[in-house]
């Protein structure tokens, strides 16, 4: 019997992004990348707790300083919840204004995969990126929105997907992080919605939220599907796995591209849900600022 969702925190998130569990705070973070918001939800404690962003950001991801990683638009800062203050650490695509940074993963060995895409969501102008140890390296281009960079358990198959094509491509990737065979992983033409972010499980499976599909997938290495997940609201946009056990199944939602009927038939639109996953997830490794 496939689970059955529960809205946590009904944030009405616009374009709710990123969820990513901290195991050290022992709570998910995720943003609102139109309303320009970063989203902090504890289970059992203060519920939800948000905060103004400097731009429209595509992830914020924690680090080991207890500051947060975010992707705006040509670059990439520290930010600190405590004071609200930022920093650049890194700028990028000074050739690409009409371009902002999307979905991104934190691989275990520490490397950053993130990508970028037109924000009008037209001109296929976007990369897929790696950033380790002050190197900055494009994986591949030419994407209109790239999405769901992650990485499998065993470190050894990067999956990036194409939202527009309704394509999830796997490279191989090596203990240097260079990637090479890329190939077709899955095609989302039979299933109803677009591909947006991905995770992986424990058991090396694909989780994949479909934006206007009502719904996130589960799928075999092999591409197989294996499980469905019905939500009461059509676009699912990333799953994250958090709790203590990491089996429980964050799915941040948004209200973007929704008519005031079809919003009025999903009051739930934009928020935050969860759910009992069938394998736990892997812990997110957390981001390591360069010391000055």
Do not use: N, Q, Y
């Given at each position: 019997m496939n689970p059955t969702p529960e809205c946590?925190?009904?944030?009405?998130?616009?374009?709710?992004?990123?969820p990513v569990w901290s195991v050290r705070e022992q709570c998910l973070w995720f943003v609102d990348i139109k309303r320009q918001q970063l989203h902090r939800h504890t289970p059992g404690a203060d519920g939800g707790r948000s905060w103004p962003l400097p731009g429209p950001a595509g992830f914020a991801l924690p680090a080991e300083s207890g500051d947060l990683l975010i992707g705006l638009p040509g670059e990439l800062r520290r930010f600190d919840p405590r004071t609200g203050l930022s920093q650049t650490v890194l700028q990028?695509?000074?050739?690409?204004p009409g371009n902002r940074l999307n979905d991104a993963?934190?691989?275990?060995?520490g490397r950053l995969w993130f990508g970028s895409m037109d924000d009008q969501e037209s001109a296929a102008s976007g990369a897929l990126y790696a950033w380790h140890q002050g190197t900055l390296t494009r994986h591949d281009d030419g994407i209109c929105i790239t999405n769901g960079p992650v990485v499998s358990p065993d470190g050894r198959t990067l999956y990036h997907t194409d939202t527009v094509a309704r394509e999830i491509h796997a490279f191989d990737l090596d203990a240097d992080g260079r990637?090479?065979?890329k190939r077709l992983f899955l095609r989302c033409g039979d299933e109803p919605g677009w591909p947006d972010g991905s995770s992986v499980d424990?058991?090396?499976c694909v989780w994949v939220a479909f934006f206007g599909g009502w719904a996130v997938r589960r799928y075999a290495p092999d591409g197989r599907l294996l499980t469905t997940v019905a939500l009461p609201c059509a676009n699912a946009t990333?799953?994250?796995?958090?709790?203590p056990n990491l089996r429980t199944a964050f799915v941040t939602t948004a209200r973007k591209g929704l008519s005031a009927d079809e919003l009025a038939a999903q009051p739930l639109a934009g928020g935050l849900f969860t759910f009992t996953a069938p394998a736990p997830g892997l812990p997110a490794t957390e981001w390591v600022f360069p010391k000055d």
């Open positions: 946590v925190w009904p944030v009405a998130a616009t374009l709710g992004e990123g990028l695509e000074t050739d690409r993963h934190i691989d275990s060995a990637t090479s065979r424990a058991e090396g990333k799953l994250a796995f958090g709790g």
